[in-house]
Nanobody, 123 residues
């Protein structure tokens, strides 16, 4: 069992930066690939970024490539999402997810989910 808790969201102006954190409980965090997803009002939840269990591989949605960076610290049981050059269209509830399958972590069907955290980008 893995419990995930996101933090670091809030209100930021367009062009600004935020760093989201996702703290995981349990001693098996390093066994899981981790991902970030987001859901904007009236839209389906979409994939944002993923990182492999050891941090050796990362993958990004085209919409955030070059602006967002996913990283993890297995000693702290935490995964991060550094978001730079934020745009209004990045406004959404952001969720972290955990899965043991690298293929699955890119989908909306993962083993564990956080409760989500709001990110609002103003113009």
């Amino acid at each position: 069992q893995v419990q995930l808790v996101e933090s670091g969201g809030g209100l930021v102006q367009a062009g600004g930066s935020l760093r989201l954190s996702c703290a995981a409980s349990g001693r098996t965090f390093s066994f899981y690939h981790m991902g970030w997803f987001r859901q904007a009002p009236g839209k389906e939840r979409e994939f944002v970024a993923a990182i492999s269990w050891n941090g050796g591989s990362t993958y990004y949605a085209d919409s955030v490539q070059g602006r967002f960076t996913i990283s993890r610290d297995n000693a702290k049981n935490t995964v991060y999402l550094q978001m730079n050059s934020l745009k209004r269209e990045d406004t959404a509830v952001y969720y972290c997810a955990a899965d043991k399958s690298w293929r699955q972590i890119h989908t909306d069907n993962n083993d564990y989910w956080g409760q989500g955290i709001q990110v609002t980008v103003s113009s």
